[in-house]
């Protein structure tokens, strides 16, 4: 995976890191919390409990989630799914 990789090389920029259900790691989500750092990041639901976690998210955090790949679908339609960055 990717991600912590890059939340390493960015941990000073933000205080909430916000993603699908595709990264809920626990591993990922507990390595954060050792930075000091929360996640809003919905739990695939496998158990009760997880359902219970995704109900007590902060949904209007988590919105901004879709804010930001809307943006990234308006840039890929307008640019093509090429699009790379000119710094890092």
């Known amino acids: 995976m990717i991600t912590p990789g890059l939340t390493q090389r960015n941990l000073e920029r933000f205080h909430t890191l916000t993603a699908d259900k595709g ?3 626990r591993s ?3 390595w954060l919390r ?3 750092k929360r996640s809003s990041i919905k739990h695939r639901e496998f158990k009760p409990y997880d359902k219970a976690a995704n109900t007590r998210m ?3 955090l988590y919105h901004r989630r879709s ?3 809307m943006v990234i679908s308006v840039l890929k ?3 093509g799914a090429t699009v790379q960055s ?3």
């Open 67 to 69: 804010l930001v790949e």
């Open 34 to 36: 050792s930075w000091g």
């Open 28 to 30: 990922y989500q507990s």
């Open 86 to 88: 000119r710094v890092w």
């Open 58 to 60: 902060n949904a209007q």
């Open 23 to 25: 990264y809920d790691d």
């Open 77 to 79: 339609r307008k640019y």
